[in-house]
């Protein structure tokens, strides 16, 4: 497996030349927002409930060459067929390394999930062969926490398995400001005393809050508008485990009802996360990133 670390800012000269040919088809053959897109099967996350089957149909999972066995320490989204969406600190981990990325989880206990009378495919499991991420990555800081994987295949989209929407420039109101509502999901810690994290995929709302807010709560990082700030309801929080994966936001898309598309990606949060007197957390902002996203997309 290949890791790279490539250069943010001499993208942004040019992204505004050629971001908007790029939306559909790279000169490479890749593609991102399909049709299938942002679309779900129903109408440790700390205070969250349980997803319902197919709610998330872009999440992985990704697992890590620990000792003796492969642990699953944080998320990600799938963006094409063959690159996942998730944070630097997540694939930035050596000596360990990821070595395994699954899609179409649910229930990790059972080898075939079902809801009522509906059964789910069985999950797809890809290694990644190519990892990149932003060269001005800075671990203490938690500055452009943002990587791609590149799987060893083509995914085979289906019901149960199918990518996020990115927020591109010309599709309008994908944005999440001040007070509006999110999703985040996964299999983290439910509480920060949790030791394993959930087996059932778990989901909460979050409430996009002021940068503030996260300036109060880490005052020791210098934040920028690559980053947003969510949360701070107690008992409501992304926690340990989640890392990696999206925040996501159900909106209006190409006239085809909603969809969800990944606004932000779970970055840092306090070590006691989601108690009684929880602050927010920090995401890395999509948006922010889409011209070195789309360059990077080989």
Not at 40 to 47: H, K, P, T, W, Y
Not at 136 to 142: A, D, M, Q, T
Request: aromatic share 10%; glycine share 8%; charged share 20%.
């Amino acid at each position: 497996m290949k890791i790279v670390s490539t250069s943010y800012y001499k993208l942004i000269i040019l992204a505004f030349s050629w971001i908007y040919i790029m939306e559909f088809t790279m000169s490479t053959h890749i593609t991102v927002n399909e049709d299938v897109c942002g679309s779900a099967d129903s109408n440790r996350i700390v205070g969250g409930v349980r997803a319902s089957l197919g709610q998330y149909p872009w999440l992985a999972r990704l697992g890590y060459n620990r000792t003796y066995k492969i642990t699953f320490e944080c998320a990600g989204a799938l963006i094409t067929k063959r690159h996942i969406l998730t944070a630097s600190h997540c694939v930035d981990v050596a000596p360990v390394s990821v070595v395994q990325v699954i899609l179409g989880e649910h229930d990790a206990r059972s080898e075939t999930d079902c809801e009522m009378d509906m059964c789910a495919d069985p999950v797809q499991i890809f290694e990644p062969i190519l990892i990149t991420y932003p060269i001005e990555y800075n671990n203490p800081e938690y500055k452009h926490d943002i990587a791609l994987i590149k799987l060893n295949r083509e995914v085979k989209y289906t019901r149960w398995i199918h990518p996020i929407c990115l927020p591109l420039p010309n599709d309008t109101n994908i944005f999440g400001g001040i007070n509006n509502i999110t999703e985040v999901a996964g299999w983290g810690l439910m509480n920060s005393h949790d030791p394993e994290g959930a087996k059932v995929l778990q989901t909460v709302k979050l409430k996009i809050v002021s940068m503030d807010e996260c300036r109060e709560a880490f005052e020791s990082l210098e934040l920028g508008p690559e980053q947003m700030c969510a949360g701070g309801i107690p008992g409501k929080d992304s926690c340990s485990g989640d890392s990696g994966g999206p925040m996501q936001k159900g909106l209006a898309f190409r006239n085809k009802g909603p969809r969800y598309f990944a606004i932000g990606i779970v970055s840092l949060g306090m070590k006691m996360c989601g108690g009684e007197f929880a602050t927010a957390a920090l995401y890395t902002n999509v948006s922010f990133y889409i011209p070195w996203i789309l360059n990077n997309l080989d």
